[in-house]
C-alpha cells in the first residue's frame, strides 16, 4: 500500500468507528505517544523549566485529564520552548498527540482521532524508515496498521 492509501484507510476506519471505539482507540493512542522515558530526556534540550514541568504532568495521565488541563499544560509548554522551529520529533508527536487528544475530548470531531492514528504511524516510521510505495512492507509498521484496525473495528 502507497501511503495515501494507508491514510485513506485510517479515514475510512474513523469515519466508521463510533464514539466509543475513537475514544478508546485514542485514549491508548495518546497515551502510547507521550510514554517513554526518553521524552523525559529529550523535553530537557526543549523546554524551560516551567514548560518541561507542565509537558511531564501532562505526560502523566492525558488519557484521564480533561481538554481544559490538557490545553492549560499546553499553553504553558508553547510559553516555555527554547527550540525554534527545531525539535525532537518525538517530542513534536507527543505534543502534537497531547493537542489531538484535547480536540476530541473537547469536540468529539473524528479528524482529532485520524490525526492521531497519523502521528502514531510517523512514530514508527521514524523508528524503521518505511518505504512510501509499500509503507507497510515492514512487519513494524504493519503491526501498527493493524492495532489502529483492531481498535476501531
Known amino acids: ?49 516551567d514548560a518541561r514541568q507542565a509537558f511531564e504532568q501532562a505526560r502523566t495521565d492525558p488519557a484521564g485529564s480533561t481538554p481544559d488541563r490538557l490545553r492549560a499544560w499546553l499553553d504553558l509548554i508553547d510559553k516555555g520552548t527554547l527550540s525554534d522551529g527545531d525539535m525532537d520529533p518525538q517530542v513534536l508527536w507527543a505534543l502534537e498527540a497531547l493537542e489531538h487528544w484535547a480536540g476530541f475530548l473537547a469536540d468529539r470531531d473524528p479528524e482529532f482521532v485520524v490525526q492521531l492514528a497519523i502521528r502514531s504511524l510517523e512514530a514508527v516510521d521514524y523508528e524503521v524508515s518505511a518505504r512510501l510505495d509499500d509503507f507497510l512492507a515492514s512487519p513494524e509498521m504493519t503491526a501498527e496498521f493493524d492495532r489502529i484496525g483492531r481498535h476501531l473495528r
Not at 469515519?15 to 521524552?39: I, P, Q, S, W
Open 1 to 49: 500500500m502507497h501511503y495515501d492509501e494507508v491514510e485513506q484507510a485510517v479515514r475510512e476506519l474513523v469515519a466508521a468507528a463510533d464514539d466509543e471505539k475513537r475514544h478508546r482507540f485514542g485514549a491508548e493512542t495518546v497515551v502510547r505517544l507521550t510514554a517513554g522515558d526518553d521524552l523525559a530526556d529529550a523535553a530537557e534540550a526543549e523546554f524551560d523549566d
